[in-house]
């Protein structure tokens, strides 16, 4: 955890992620776009910096503990888990299909490196806030995290907010939760399908210490995430603001992304969007 | 003759009697003190789900989660992802009645040995009335993969079911009752999970049991007795996994069945019998329990009378069946 990568090199650990995200949604036919590209920077932190866990001993018992709530986005966390060696970069294209480790929804039974399985989204946080109470309350282990990140549309869900009191009431200092902020939920704007704001002031309200950054900047990220752990008298939020689509200009800010993957003439542009930064970069054969 | 020796005082009018709940909380404060990783977790219903008697003894162990269902059995989940071996309480009509589907997939899906007890099941709980008195739970729960099903039959059973969950590694629905009930076990009355015991032998019909109505059963066997009609009784605290064998095997004998609960007859553990049956002996089957109604607010004692769930009504329809309908015998 911590120092190794440059903030060059996790950027383009992000930008492998999102390849990676499109070609397996490509492949699979079904699954969600908008929501694992917007968090590929924040994946690229997590996998590459922010996580104290060792891909090829993925229940090793000191590790930090990743949960994905919005089980959706789990193309993301696949392709971060493959990119830092949980498994070889082929089965990606196992997405989805009869068979595989790699479900629609994560399974924790399927896929070692999974802490959970979700995708009825609500329940991430509790399942997190039950390990950090272990962890700190009965079992009094030091230097151990456990981070849990959430959808926007999925605090809708009342099971957060029991979570959160919960949390607030024990002052679970190594409860780290991370919002997506995409603003973008199934039946359009979060605003307008089940307004969220003032969000800040409703975590400060539940006795948890709120941070409200740049989701799509690995830096904030890392940055947040070493206030977080340095809150040592009650949970931490991060608010992460990120563009839905992030890296595709066609796929950025447009909510119908939610839940649909690219065919493959939009897989192809998507990825020479990636490829060039949105057009910034011309390659020499164009 | 049956070896599960029962207590020998089972018919007297004295006969002791204790509240199903009060044996889980003496065996979840037994399994606390065998084992340093169970903790206890309840919904604000300390006391009368009896998980107080754990809550005193180890109260780092034990968690307040407040009038928050689906939190209890998702926060226990987590607990059992590092190690822990849970045990959540509430009343059955709110775990598993209002948090099924957390259940569902942060259990059952997860396969997490969180041990999910539902208290107060069954219309004897009274006067709170038909949102109190969970008849579905049974029903519910048998149908999740993964999921072991038990309902005691008495205090002496519970406790001992409780010890023996804290031991086993799957997720679980342990169903309490909260009015006294006679005992008819005894503590050298064997019980492991996934057994029926044959408690009567008899020769004309099986009743099966399950939880609070096995005692019923075994009064009505009695009656029937002296119109000279002999009567199995088999308690089935494990719906699932059932006991196939043990339950074929009285039923080869009989050739009659007749299944009692303390909830919705269909769905729950007269389903399960049914579905056994007509896969493997299709026979004729009286099943007992509520007929697809909700309850309502009474006495207990009125409010089994009123929906037939007693030994007087399982004597007269034990009875009618036996003079109406042959033995089944197999090989049609």
């Given at each position: 955890?911590?120092?190794?990568l440059?903030?060059?090199?996790l950027n383009?650990k992000?930008?492998?992620?999102?390849?990676d995200i499109?070609?397996m949604l490509?492949?699979?036919?079904?699954?969600?776009?908008?929501?694992?590209?917007g968090?590929?920077?924040?994946?690229?932190a997590l996998?590459?910096?922010i996580?104290n866990?060792?891909?090829?001993?993925?229940?090793?018992?000191?590790r930090?503990?990743?949960?994905?709530s919005?089980?959706?986005?789990?193309?993301?966390?696949?392709?971060?888990?493959?990119?830092a060696?949980f498994?070889?970069?082929?089965?990606?294209?196992?997405?989805?299909?009869?068979?595989?480790?790699?479900?629609?929804?994560?399974?924790?039974?399927?896929?070692?490196?999974?802490e959970?399985?979700?995708?009825?989204?609500?329940s991430?946080?509790?399942q997190?806030?039950?390990?950090a109470?272990?962890?700190?309350k009965?079992?009094?282990?030091?230097?151990?995290?456990?981070?849990?990140?959430?959808?926007?549309?999925?605090?809708?869900?009342?099971?957060i907010w029991?979570?959160?009191?919960f949390?607030?009431?024990?002052k679970?200092?190594?409860?780290?939760?991370i919002?997506?902020?995409?603003?973008i939920?199934i039946?359009?704007?979060?605003e307008?399908?089940?307004?969220?704001?003032?969000?800040?002031?409703?975590?400060?309200?539940?006795?948890?210490?709120v941070?409200?950054?740049?989701?799509?900047?690995?830096?904030?990220?890392?940055?947040?995430?070493?206030?977080?752990?340095?809150?040592?008298?009650?949970?931490?939020?991060i608010i992460?603001?990120?563009?839905?689509?992030?890296?595709?200009?066609?796929?950025?800010?447009?909510?119908t992304w939610?839940?649909?993957?690219?065919?493959?003439?939009?897989?192809?542009?998507?990825?020479?969007?990636?490829?060039s930064?949105?057009?910034?970069i011309t390659?020499?054969?164009? | 003759?049956s070896d599960?020796?029962?207590n020998?005082?089972?018919?007297?009018?004295d006969?002791e009697?204790?509240?199903?709940?009060?044996?889980?909380g003496?065996?979840?404060?037994?399994a606390?003190?065998?084992n340093?990783?169970?903790?206890?977790?309840?919904?604000?219903?300390?006391?009368?789900?009896?998980?107080?008697?754990?809550r005193?003894?180890?109260p780092?162990?034990?968690?307040?989660?407040?009038?928050?269902?689906q939190?209890?059995?998702t926060?226990a989940?987590?607990?059992a992802?590092?190690?822990?071996?849970?045990?959540?309480?509430?009343?059955?009509?709110f775990s598993?009645?209002?948090?099924?589907?957390?259940?569902r997939?942060?259990?059952c899906?997860?396969?997490?040995?969180?041990k999910?007890?539902?208290?107060?099941?069954?219309?004897?709980?009274?006067?709170?009335g038909a949102?109190?008195?969970?008849?579905?739970?049974?029903?519910?729960?048998?149908?999740?993969p993964?999921?072991?099903v038990i309902?005691p039959g008495d205090?002496?059973?519970?406790?001992k079911?409780?010890?023996?969950?804290?031991?086993?590694?799957r997720?679980?629905?342990?169903?309490?009752?909260?009015?006294k009930?006679p005992?008819?076990?005894?503590?050298?009355?064997p019980?492991?999970?996934g057994?029926a015991?044959?408690?009567?032998?008899?020769?004309?019909?099986?009743?099966?049991?399950?939880g609070t109505?096995t005692?019923?059963?075994?009064?009505?066997?009695?009656?029937?007795a002296q119109?000279?009609?002999?009567?199995?009784?088999?308690?089935?605290?494990?719906?699932k996994?059932?006991?196939?064998e043990t339950?074929?095997a009285s039923l080869?004998?009989?050739g009659?069945a007749?299944t009692?609960?303390e909830?919705?007859?269909?769905?729950?553990?007269?389903?399960?019998?049914s579905e056994?049956l007509?896969?493997?002996?299709?026979?004729?089957?009286?099943?007992?329990?509520?007929?697809?109604?909700f309850?309502e607010s009474?006495?207990?004692?009125e409010?089994?009378?009123?929906?037939e769930l007693?030994?007087?009504?399982?004597v007269?329809?034990?009875?009618?069946?036996?003079?109406?309908?042959?033995?089944?015998?197999?090989?049609?």
């Amino acid at each position: 955890m911590g120092g190794k990568l440059t903030t060059k090199q996790l950027n383009e650990k992000a930008e492998i992620i999102r390849e990676d995200i499109i070609t397996m949604l490509e492949e699979a036919g079904s699954g969600h776009s908008a929501g694992p590209l917007g968090l590929a920077d924040i994946f690229a932190a997590l996998y590459f910096d922010i996580l104290n866990i060792d891909p090829k001993n993925p229940a090793w018992p000191n590790r930090d503990r990743l949960l994905l709530s919005n089980g959706h986005c789990v193309p993301v966390q696949y392709a971060a888990m493959a990119e830092a060696g949980f498994f070889e970069k082929d089965e990606l294209m196992t997405l989805r299909k009869l068979g595989s480790r790699l479900q629609g929804h994560p399974e924790r039974e399927k896929l070692p490196g999974l802490e959970t399985t979700s995708g009825p989204l609500g329940s991430g946080l509790s399942q997190a806030a039950g390990m950090a109470y272990v962890l700190e309350k009965i079992d009094n282990i030091k230097d151990q995290w456990v981070y849990v990140v959430m959808g926007d549309g999925e605090l809708d869900e009342g099971n957060i907010w029991e979570a959160a009191m919960f949390a607030g009431k024990n002052k679970l200092s190594r409860l780290i939760g991370i919002i997506d902020r995409n603003n973008i939920q199934i039946d359009g704007p979060t605003e307008t399908v089940m307004p969220l704001e003032d969000l800040k002031g409703k975590w400060e309200s539940f006795g948890w210490h709120v941070q409200e950054i740049d989701g799509n900047n690995i830096e904030s990220v890392i940055d947040a995430t070493a206030i977080a752990r340095s809150t040592t008298n009650r949970p931490s939020v991060i608010i992460a603001h990120t563009i839905p689509g992030k890296g595709v200009d066609f796929m950025e800010y447009d909510y119908t992304w939610h839940g649909k993957p690219p065919n493959h003439e939009q897989a192809k542009e998507a990825l020479a969007k990636l490829r060039s930064l949105n057009g910034k970069i011309t390659g020499e054969h164009e | 003759m049956s070896d599960y020796l029962l207590n020998p005082k089972l018919h007297d009018q004295d006969v002791e009697q204790e509240p199903i709940r009060a044996g889980f909380g003496r065996g979840l404060k037994t399994a606390g003190e065998q084992n340093e990783q169970v903790v206890a977790l309840c919904a604000d219903l300390t006391d009368s789900t009896q998980m107080s008697h754990f809550r005193d003894a180890f109260p780092d162990r034990f968690v307040e989660i407040g009038v928050a269902e689906q939190n209890l059995v998702t926060v226990a989940s987590g607990m059992a992802a590092m190690g822990k071996i849970p045990f959540t309480s509430s009343y059955a009509a709110f775990s598993p009645g209002r948090n099924w589907e957390q259940i569902r997939t942060t259990i059952c899906l997860n396969n997490q040995p969180v041990k999910v007890v539902g208290s107060h099941a069954g219309v004897s709980v009274g006067p709170d009335g038909a949102t109190h008195q969970m008849l579905e739970d049974i029903a519910l729960m048998r149908v999740l993969p993964n999921m072991v099903v038990i309902a005691p039959g008495d205090s002496v059973e519970a406790e001992k079911a409780t010890r023996a969950l804290a031991n086993d590694n799957r997720p679980a629905y342990l169903r309490l009752a909260r009015e006294k009930t006679p005992i008819f076990s005894t503590n050298d009355s064997p019980f492991e999970i996934g057994k029926a015991y044959v408690l009567r032998e008899g020769r004309d019909i099986t009743l099966l049991g399950t939880g609070t109505m096995t005692y019923q059963l075994l009064v009505a066997a009695d009656v029937l007795a002296q119109e000279g009609i002999e009567a199995e009784v088999v308690h089935v605290p494990t719906i699932k996994p059932l006991d196939d064998e043990t339950i074929l095997a009285s039923l080869r004998k009989t050739g009659r069945a007749l299944t009692a609960e303390e909830g919705q007859r269909s769905g729950g553990f007269g389903g399960a019998v049914s579905e056994l049956l007509s896969s493997k002996l299709p026979m004729p089957l009286k099943r007992i329990g509520m007929r697809d109604r909700f309850g309502e607010s009474g006495d207990p004692t009125e409010l089994l009378q009123k929906f037939e769930l007693t030994s007087d009504s399982i004597v007269y329809k034990a009875r009618t069946f036996v003079h109406s309908i042959p033995q089944y015998r197999q090989g049609f």
